[in-house]
C-alpha cells in the first residue's frame, strides 16, 4: 500500500526546510532526506506518492537516486529540482518527466504537484 506523502530530498537545508514547511501548510504529508542514501531507505520503507530529488548532490547523483527509486516504487511520481538544466534531465523514456527549476516560484510547485495528483487520482478511479 502506498503512503500518501511526497518525499523531499536536497542537500541544502534552506530549499529543504522552504519546500517541507510549504508542502505541510499545502495540507501534505512530508518527509525529508539529505542524500540519495537516505531517500533511497526511506523509499525502500514507505513507497512515498511523491519524491522532489534535487540532481546535484554529494555522494549519489540525482539520476542514480533517480534509477534506484524508478527501480524499488516505480509508481512514485519524481519531480527534479535543479537549478541546472541538463541533457540528463531531458524528457526521454524512463527518464524524470517533471521539473522544478531554481530559483522556484512556490505558486507555480504548488499547481504542478497538484496537477500530478490529480493525474495519479484520475487514472486510478477510470
Do not use: W
Request: net charge negative; with cysteine.
Amino acid at each position: 500500500m502506498e503512503n500518501n506523502y511526497i518525499l523531499v530530498v536536497d542537500d541544502n537545508f534552506g530549499v529543504r526546510t522552504l519546500l517541507c514547511e510549504f508542502l505541510l501548510q499545502e495540507g501534505f504529508n512530508v518527509k525529508e532526506a539529505t542524500n540519495g542514501l537516505d531517500a533511497i531507505q526511506l523509499v525502500m520503507q514507505e513507497k512515498p506518492r511523491m519524491v522532489l530529488l534535487d540532481m546535484r548532490m554529494p555522494g549519489l547523483t540525482g539520476m542514480e537516486t533517480f534509477a534506484k527509486i524508478r527501480d524499488l516504487a516505480p509508481k512514485t511520481i519524481v519531480v527534479s529540482i535543479s537549478a541546472y538544466k541538463t541533457k540528463d534531465c531531458d524528457v526521454q523514456e524512463g527518464q524524470i518527466k517533471h521539473h522544478i527549476v531554481k530559483p522556484f516560484d512556490l505558486d507555480q510547485v504548488r499547481d504542478l504537484l497538484h496537477d500530478l495528483l490529480s493525474d495519479l487520482h484520475n487514472s486510478k478511479s477510470a
